[in-house]
């Protein structure tokens, strides 16, 4: 079983951009998916309102019985979240890398135009070595 389920960038404005699904069980349609992000994306919204502390980023890490959500958000609000395995580590490494990627491959790309869906297929490439290059590192843990 794949510790990756599913990965989703989400623009500032809560729209989805991109969607991969890495497991082969419980995949969604296009319009759960969509729901999903918007979901998140109001409830990241929220917690960063009404977090007590100062200076709160919004939801990290949200652990379930048979799931874990974990999210980067970029300094221009662009959220990057995983969905994976319960209790696998270094989501956020990989999060981090795949923001870097999307900077690469994505932003400086002529023909990619903002808050769009994106459409590289340099970025698949090299999310789909980062993405398996992660899986091998679990597996030999």
């Known amino acids: 079983m794949a ?4 990965l989703y960038i989400i623009n500032k404005s809560g729209g989805l951009i991109f969607y991969k699904d890495y497991g082969s069980a419980g995949r969604m349609d296009t319009n759960d998916s969509l729901r999903l992000a918007s979901l998140w994306h109001s409830m990241h919204a929220i ?3 009404l977090s007590p502390v100062n200076g709160c980023f919004g939801i990290e890490l949200l ?5 874990d959500l974990h999210c980067f958000q970029s300094l221009t609000g662009t959220k990057f ?7 696998t580590l270094n989501m956020e490494n990989l999060l981090k ?14 023909f990619y135009e903002m808050e ?4 590289c297929e340099l970025f698949d490439i090299n999310l789909a070595q980062a993405v398996q290059k992660d899986r091998v590192a679990l597996l030999g843990r």
């Open 81 to 87: 979240f995983v969905v994976c395995e319960p209790g």
């Open 97 to 110: 890398h795949v923001y870097e990627l999307y900077t690469d491959y994505v932003l400086k790309n002529p």
């Open 47 to 49: 917690s960063q309102q």
């Open 63 to 67: 652990q379930a019985d048979t799931f």
């Open 3 to 6: 510790a990756i389920y599913s």
């Open 116 to 119: 769009m869906p994106i459409r």
